[in-house]
Every structure is written in C-alpha cells, then in structure tokens.
C-alpha cells in the first residue's frame, strides 16, 4: 500500500493538470469564436470574387491561375492540413486515415501543413514532397502554396471541418470540384448587379489576364478558407479533449484524496496498534 506523503504528491500532480486542462479549455474557446468571425469574413469575400470571375471566365474549367503555355504535371497534388501539434483528441489521425485510402505514392505528391501531420507521416514511412508551418499570426500568406499546386493537373486537399464542439468531420476534395460548388452558393442568377462582359467594360491587358488574376485570387481565399476551417475543426477538438482530461483528472483526483484519507487513518491505526501492543508487553513485564 503506497504512503500517504506519495498519495499527497500524486494528488497535487494532479492538480496541476486539472488547472492546466482548465486553462487550455477556455483558450480554445476563446480561440473557436475569432476564428469563426473570420470564417464568415471570408465567405463573403470570396461571393463577391466569385460573382465576378464567373461572368468572364473563359471556359467551364478551373485553371487554378495557370497561364496558357504552362504544362502542369500529370500528377494529382495531396495537400494534408493538420494540427500544429498535440493535444488534439484524434482528429490528426483520422485525417492520415483518410488520406491513406485515396494514396498512391506512383499517382500522387504531398504537401503537409502542420508539424502534427508531419511527424504522422514520418512515422508511417510515408515520404511528403514539401511541408508548411501553420500560421502563427492572423494573416495566412498562402502564396508559397498557390505556387505549388499551380504546378500540378489535379488537386485533393484532406482537412478538418467544424460542425459543432462535440462534432469535427474530415473532409476531401477535389480543388476544381470545390470551386464549382463554392460558386454555386454564389450563384450570380441570384445577385442584383451589372453584367461584366467584354461590351460593358474594358479588361487590361486583355481578359484572359484578367481571369488568370481572379483565379488566382479564388485559390487563395480558398486555400485560406480551408485553413481557418481546419483551425477551427482543431480548436473545438482540442476543447472537446482538454474538457475530457479535466473530467477525468478531476475524478483521478477524488479518488486519490480517498485513498490519501483512507492510508493516513490506517497508519494512525497501524501506530495505535503498534501503541498498544507496546504497552501490553510493558504491563506484562511489571506483571
């Protein structure tokens, strides 16, 4: 049976987690409700890009920015948005699971952002062509990263999506795919305004420039807009873990002031009983 002083230490241990876990709780809260507003910024934003782009987009396809004499490479680009680093229950790993299911390393390149999906990926033997730091600061500069997937034929990001504090889904898609159905939200049968055409206004240096310019600047709302989801997929399921490990360490806590309670009062006993026994043989001896 442990000592009371080693209970007493292992309680205070856990003390100390239950008010860290506390703290990290109400810092994702605080976090999950910036992110959200900007979340709604960016939405809007990027309905009114997109209202302009499709009235002067040259065909149905997206061609993420790329201009007519660039060849990209037959090859499909995974790009894997993750957690800057622990303490984000398993929504790391369920997004490497995922991703897992759609690679072939004869088919596709990775870009990882985030050191958590990084070492996930070393971990597994898995070789990633580039990796990126998650955005410390408010700004994302996605630029680095539109110069990359610009390169390629095809793109499939894998990220965290939010849906509730309880509820973070993983998500894959294809880049052009998602432009398309982004733009459908923003449908411009549906908005009031002038229609941008070729007849109502004068593109310089010409129009195709001027759509390569709106692609360019769909796929970085995008890119960002895909960042700040996982952001705040990876905030509410740090929240949902910190609160998990505080509940648990709150019960690992009474328990052990239990045991603490029940080992002092043994050792009283033990002591009295070791008391008694001594003046028996006291009594026995004067007898």
């Known amino acids: 049976m442990k ?3 080693e209970i007493a230490a292992e309680e205070l241990s856990m003390k100390t987690i239950v008010s860290l876990t506390s703290a990290f709780e109400s810092l994702s809260s605080m ?4 992110t959200k507003t900007r979340v709604l910024i960016s939405n809007e934003f990027f309905k009114e890009v997109w ?4 009235q002067i987009r040259m065909d ?3 061609n993420f920015g790329r201009s007519v004499d660039e060849v990209p490479i037959d090859k499909e680009l995974m790009l894997l948005i993750t957690a800057p680093g622990g303490l984000t229950g398993d929504i790391d790993q369920r ?14 390149d990775i870009i990882v952002i985030g050191h958590h999906g990084a070492l996930q990926l070393e971990q597994l033997k898995i070789k ?6 998650i955005p410390k600061k408010d700004y994302i500069n996605v630029d680095p990263l539109m110069k990359e997937i610009k390169k390629y034929k095809a793109s499939r990001v894998f990220y965290q999506d939010y849906v509730s504090l309880s509820e973070q889904v993983i998500k894959e898609l294809d880049l052009g795919e998602v ?7 923003a449908d411009i049968d549906e908005l009031d305004g002038d229609v941008i055409t070729e007849k109502t206004y004068i593109f310089e240096p010409n129009a195709y420039s001027v759509v390569m310019h709106l ?4 796929l970085r709302l995008m890119l960002a807009q895909f960042i700040y989801d996982s952001r705040l997929a990876q905030l509410a399921s740090r929240f949902k873990a910190m609160t998990a490990a505080k509940e648990r360490s709150l019960e690992t806590q009474q328990d052990l002031h239990v045991a603490f309670s029940r080992a002092k009062r043994a050792l009283v006993d033990v002591r009295l009983k070791e008391s008694l026994a001594g003046l028996k043989k006291i009594r026995a001896g004067r007898d």
């Open 3 to 5: 000592r009371p002083l």
């Open 31 to 34: 976090k999950i409700t910036q």
């Open 51 to 54: 209202t302009i782009y499709k």
């Open 60 to 62: 149905v396809m997206f």
């Open 95 to 108: 997004l490497i699971r995922k991703f897992r299911e759609h690679y072939d390393p004869e088919k596709n």
């Open 128 to 133: 990633y062509n580039l990796y990126f730091d």
């Open 179 to 185: 432009v398309n159905t982004m733009g459908k939200i």
């Open 215 to 218: 692609e360019s600047s769909i």
